[in-house]
């Protein structure tokens, strides 16, 4: 492997993961070619939208202490790129099943957390309709700007001189014993002394080549913006600010109503520049044959929409139900529910199976991976819960995705 600190690298995937770690890299005085199949703000690509939920709450200590991790690297990388990548929103925590969890994980890693009674949830978060649940009150929790993260990522990266091929697909990624070879559509190929993959969706077709088999599930995920639209803070009336609520975990009930009102959970955030952003803790579908591949339609689902808007209506009464705009974008579970991030190969180093929580891990992933890589010290812990080879090339069988609150 490289010495640390040297060499050249290519980073297959320029999304919320590998575009820090490339930065990262770059940092660390290596010589860096970002590769990415889309290309900003491609709604095809798995990373996109303003805001992204980030948190502290788990139910497990070693990812609470992991999530705190993430929040310090958000404070570094903001410092790096010159302006915020993050702000506190706080966040209420309702469910009848991991409260207890989640306080134990919070008290582990020396973080207040405060539990609100059920009929005081209104109190918290003004215009929560009590539902008999108590929540938690969790202080460090809020949104990733992770649309000025990556943009700002992405400008340093190039100011700094790292070569960034957008609209590029990789067809495969052949590991040596000192370097790796990646290989394009057109049938070109080119060599590195490490390279890093972090193609998020599209990972799963890159695996052949590393000898690897993974259970990984890439799911198409949407979201809905709601507020008042005659809160226009612009001439052009497209800005719909939110009202000032924080943000909000809902977890699917441990036995929901017969009328199967509460069969997902929710989560959801203020947005900043385009109302209040809600999803249903649900995904829309499987993407066809457990990749990437073709399957690049981002249609948002009329009764997706409906479901969402309907909830709003019913639960949170503070927001205007009006449907300001939809996005839909994707997420990729791993067979445990935890990330699959590790070296591989010694010129390859692996990072898949976000498992629907990349974004607010971002910044963290910007300086684990690119140590990873440089051959530098890594976090023990994290990196046995997250070795790619935990699963011993079976495929164990899911009965469905990773639920919030549900590990």
Not at 132 to 138: H, I, T
Not at 240 to 258: F, G, R, T, W, Y
Request: proline share 7%.
């Amino acid at each position: 492997m490289t010495a640390v600190g040297s060499g050249s690298a290519i980073v297959v995937g320029g999304g919320a993961w590998g575009l820090p770690a490339a930065l990262g890299l770059q940092d660390r005085g290596w010589r860096v070619t970002l590769i990415e199949r889309f290309g900003p703000g491609n709604p095809s690509a798995s990373t996109g939208g303003s805001t992204r939920l980030w948190r502290l709450a788990d139910t497990q200590p070693w990812r609470a202490r992991s999530l705190v991790a993430a929040r310090d690297a958000m404070e570094r990388l903001g410092d790096r790129l010159g302006a915020p990548v993050f702000r506190r929103t706080g966040l209420l925590w309702r469910d009848d099943a991991s409260l207890a969890d989640v306080g134990a994980s919070l008290a582990a890693i020396g973080q207040p957390v405060e539990r609100i009674a059920a009929d005081r949830v209104a109190e918290v978060f003004p215009g929560l309709r009590p539902d008999g649940r108590d929540a938690l009150w969790v202080a460090e929790a809020g949104v990733v700007h992770l649309d000025g993260l990556l943009a700002g990522a992405l400008d340093a990266f190039i100011a700094a001189g790292g070569e960034y091929l957008a609209d590029t697909r990789v067809t495969a990624v052949v590991p040596g014993e000192t370097s790796a070879r990646v290989r394009f559509a057109d049938g070109t190929e080119r060599s590195a002394d490490q390279v890093l993959l972090a193609a998020g969706p599209g990972t799963a077709e890159l695996l052949p080549g590393l000898e690897l088999t993974l259970p990984l599930t890439p799911y198409i995920e949407q979201v809905v913006y709601v507020g008042d639209p005659e809160l226009a803070t612009t001439p052009a009336g497209t800005s719909h600010p939110a009202p000032d609520l924080p943000s909000l975990v809902d977890c699917m009930p441990a036995a929901p109503d017969a009328a199967g009102a509460y069969s997902a959970g929710v989560y959801a955030m203020p947005n900043g520049a385009r109302g209040y952003k809600i999803g249903l803790d649900r995904p829309l579908r499987a993407l066809r044959d457990g990749s990437l591949g073709d399957d690049l339609d981002r249609t948002a689902d009329p009764e997706r929409t409906e479901a969402i808007r309907a909830r709003v209506a019913r639960d949170l009464t503070a927001l205007v139900p009006r449907v300001l705009g939809t996005q839909v974008c994707t997420w990729t579970d791993s067979g445990d529910g935890d990330f699959v991030v590790g070296r591989t190969h010694p010129s390859v180093v692996l990072a898949c199976g976000d498992s629907g929580e990349g974004a607010k891990y971002a910044a963290f992933m910007g300086e684990h991976l690119a140590a990873l890589v440089a051959g530098a010290a890594t976090d023990t812990e994290f990196d046995r819960h997250w070795n790619p080879r935990r699963f011993d090339g079976a495929s164990p069988a899911r009965s469905g995705y990773s639920a919030i609150g549900r590990h």
